[in-house]
């Protein structure tokens, strides 16, 4: 099957619709799900007609979510092939589809996709066994919608063969300070063109290098051209190979990765959050996040005599069963000194008394994850040291299940994890915690098993796993609240849970996902969530970051130890919501301002990403232990919008010791510069302050009235001003 299925995330062409198409306007159309109905011969004479551009509410279905199938019906003329330059490959292209789909051809499986508000396009070899040539052929798409509007959207789908241009790619390659352009000719003919590259320096407009070039690539050449030897300025890349037979091109444009976190230092360094809430006898695992020259040794003074500390690894674990505030003193030790620095165990009710940090699989595997998946993110963590910055939650989000629950109705894991306490226990070994993911409704949105109507029992599975963290969304409990939108019907299924996960003898901390309705920041503490989604799903665009992270205005009074508000996981890093990863569409710039952004919300930070091909900007950018501790400041208070134009914001957030956290972002196209000034943030504005570059960790001078910052298009200053 593999080898006619490609998955392309990118869309190479730039003149996509110039050729000859085949349109999928108007499908067969039925609800529900049979294996069958992918097949040429199935008979759906009787079944209705659908448009492909409009979700199904809008054409007869209004309420229905689960599964649905259409069906295209086409003619192949061998035409299309004959016209085309490149006849070995056909595109099909679908426009938006909500959620999942899985598409055949003549019953044969092409490719899927999770997640909707994405276009899917699949690549088939043009001599694959399946096609029929000047002849009917059945193009049927298997969807699943979880829950709100469903199934196909968002404009034309269509057939078409793919040109020459499309069989090339170009992409630029950072290594430590090079950059190169890197072209690949997939085809199996030799391709001519010419290659024009620049650098700027986009502050002054100066080019730095400039490269005209006639270039050959023979049937599959890979060819690497160096371009930049310094990437650790901000410099723009434009590249565009154009090609000669067709005169079409291919462009790309890219800022450097440029790095602004300073390296580690040899000397130890406690990082991490300075408290932890746990109830009364429950278990307590933690791992002193420390960097530092390898080895290191850890101590601990006032450890409560029922805690155990491991030495080599740093790991305190056993349980307090008396309320109370406990302050250990952590040292941890090299050969290049001692670095000391409290703790504070507070035994009592509230749990997640920062923000929660760590990993979920959604973003990178979509539902494609596995234990094998969970496992070679969580060795990454730990071996490129993002555990020792405080990044600590494994989380399993959507695609675990079984369809079917055992005899006593337990819930049971799918093949991909075959040992789910074995999981656990390992990670807990590392020092990690871990959490998984469920639905209130019969189904989750990727359409596996929710936990309607077994709570306890899901509860009481996910405990003797050792699961330490639950994610709880919303999804298909809509069929079971229907027309009913009282809040009352909004909480009940969260207050269900949570009475279930109350009665367990760990703490699990519990993340309601409903998408923001109802205003959940309002009632989510109601029922003991320790964070709430406040808006729909993520994905890693400019318009959907700073759509969602700078409309998180009215939620900032709810924040508080034990109660986030969630604006969804990081889109940094090797993304892609299911097998095909690409890197992150976010310009590096951009990336410093989700990141500034997320901490001055006090936002859960969950990576989204294979940890595993982590590259060293996006390594660096996680890896910032001052901008780590404006999220995790024990104060607990989210950052408010202080300042907003069309052209930038300032965002400020209240520290525990008593300063400020400022983040100074450039929502424009271009540099600005852009001033802050004390009076407009209510700070003592005679007295000179000191200004602190938190991404460089480097004072910048004191600043009487104000403080002036360029910043980079769609970038951000972030600064911590000492006003005690
Ligand atoms: C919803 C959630 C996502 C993810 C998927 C899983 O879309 O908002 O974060 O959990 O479901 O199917």
């Known amino acids: ?4 299925m490609l998955l392309v995330v990118t869309c190479f062409a730039t003149q996509l619709f110039a050729q000859q198409q085949i349109k999928l306007e108007t499908a067969k159309f039925k609800t529900g799900d049979n294996v069958e109905w992918k097949n040429l011969l199935t008979d759906d004479s009787q079944w209705g007609s659908i448009k492909s551009s409009t979700m199904w509410e809008l054409q007869g279905f209004p309420d229905y979510n689960g599964y649905a199938w259409y069906r295209f019906h086409f003619f192949l003329p061998t035409s299309l092939k004959e016209k085309s330059l490149w006849k070995d490959s056909l595109r099909i292209f679908l426009n938006k589809i909500d959620d999942n789909d899985e598409t055949y051809i003549n019953g044969t499986l092409i490719g899927k996709t999770n997640g909707w508000n994405k276009v899917r396009e699949y690549h088939v070899a043009t001599n694959s066994t399946f096609l029929k040539w000047d002849a009917d052929n059945v193009l049927a798409v298997r969807v699943f919608d979880g829950g709100g509007g469903g199934g196909m959207y968002g404009g034309v789908s269509f057939i078409n063969m793919m040109d020459i241009i499309d069989g090339i790619s170009m992409k630029l390659n950072f290594t430590a300070n090079n950059g190169n352009i890197e072209l690949h000719n997939a085809l199996s003919k030799k391709v001519m063109g010419e290659l024009y590259a620049s650098v700027i320096n986009p502050e002054n407009n100066k080019v730095i290098t400039n490269i005209n070039k006639e270039i050959g690539l023979i049937a599959n050449e890979k060819l690497s051209l160096p371009i930049i030897n310094n990437i650790n300025n901000r410099f723009i890349i434009t590249a565009t190979f154009k ?3 067709t005169g079409k091109t291919l462009n790309i444009s890219e800022t450097t990765p440029y790095i602004l976190t300073p390296l580690p230092s040899a000397f130890p360094k406690i990082n991490g959050a300075k408290v932890l809430g746990v109830r009364p006898g429950s278990p307590i695992l933690y791992k002193i996040a420390a960097t530092g020259e390898k080895p290191l040794e850890y101590k601990v003074k006032n450890l409560p005599k029922e805690l155990t ?6 790991i305190i674990t056993g349980t307090l069963p008396k309320e109370g505030n406990y302050i250990l003193q952590l040292i941890v030790k090299n050969k290049k000194g001692t670095a000391t620095n409290n703790l504070t165990i507070k035994v009592g009710n509230v749990i997640a008394l920062t923000p929660p940090m760590g990993w979920n699989s959604w973003n990178c595997w979509g539902l494609s994850v596995s234990a094998e998946k969970v496992k070679s993110s969580a060795q990454a963590l730990i071996d490129k040291g993002l555990i020792d910055h405080g990044w600590t939650f494994m989380n399993i989000d959507d695609g675990w299940e079984k369809p079917q629950r055992d005899a006593n109705g337990k819930i049971i894991p799918n093949e991909k994890f075959p040992d789910m306490k074995g999981l656990g226990d390992w990670l807990h070994s590392k020092g990690l915690k871990w959490g998984i993911y469920s639905s209130p409704g019969p189904l989750t949105c990727g359409g596996y098993l929710g936990s309607y ?14 699961i330490d963290y639950l994610k709880y969304d919303w999804c298909s409990y809509e069929s079971i609240a229907g027309k009913d939108t009282s809040l009352a019907t909004y909480q009940k299924p969260y207050s269900i849970m949570q009475n279930a996960l109350a009665k367990q003898n760990r703490d699990i901390i519990f993340s309601l996902c409903q998408y923001g309705m109802k205003n959940v920041w309002e009632w989510g503490a109601l029922v003991n969530g320790n964070c709430w989604r406040t808006t729909g799903d993520i994905e890693d665009t400019w318009q959907s970051l700073s759509g969602i992270g700078f409309s998180q205005t009215k939620q900032y009074k709810y924040a508080q130890p034990g109660r986030w508000n969630d604006p969804d996981m990081l889109i940094v890093g090797m993304v892609g919501w299911g097998e095909n990863l690409h890197p992150t569409r976010l310009t590096p710039d ?22 595993s091909k982590m590259d060293d900007f996006t390594l660096n950018l996680l890896s910032n232990d001052e901008v780590i501790a404006i999220d995790q400041d024990i104060l607990g208070k989210q950052a408010h919008q202080v300042i907003k134009n069309s052209a930038y914001q300032i965002w400020m957030k209240e520290l525990e010791d008593g300063n400020y956290a400022i983040g100074i972002f450039n929502l424009s196209e271009k540099y600005q510069t852009i001033t802050v000034q004390w009076s407009d943030m209510g700070l003592k504005e005679l007295t000179a302050k000191k200004v602190r570059d938190v991404w460089r960790q480097k004072d910048v001078g004191t600043f009487k009235n104000n ?6 298009p769609h970038g951000v200053t972030l600064i911590k001003v000492f006003d005690k």
Do not use: R
């Not at 500390?309 to 740093?314: A, I, M, R, S």
């Not at 951009?590 to 294979?610: K, V």
């Not at 403080?707 to 980079?712: D, E, G, L, N």
């Open 309 to 314: 500390l491991d030495t080599n690894n740093g």
């Open 590 to 611: 951009e990336q410093y301002t989700h990141i500034s952004l997320w901490s001055l919300l006090s936002a859960p930070l969950l990576i989204g990403c294979d940890i």
């Open 1 to 4: 099957m593999k080898k006619y």
């Open 453 to 466: 109507q077994h709570e306890i029992a899901d509860a009481n599975s996910y405990a003797n796993w050792g």
């Open 243 to 245: 090609e000669q037979q």
């Open 707 to 712: 403080f002036s910052t360029k910043v980079a």
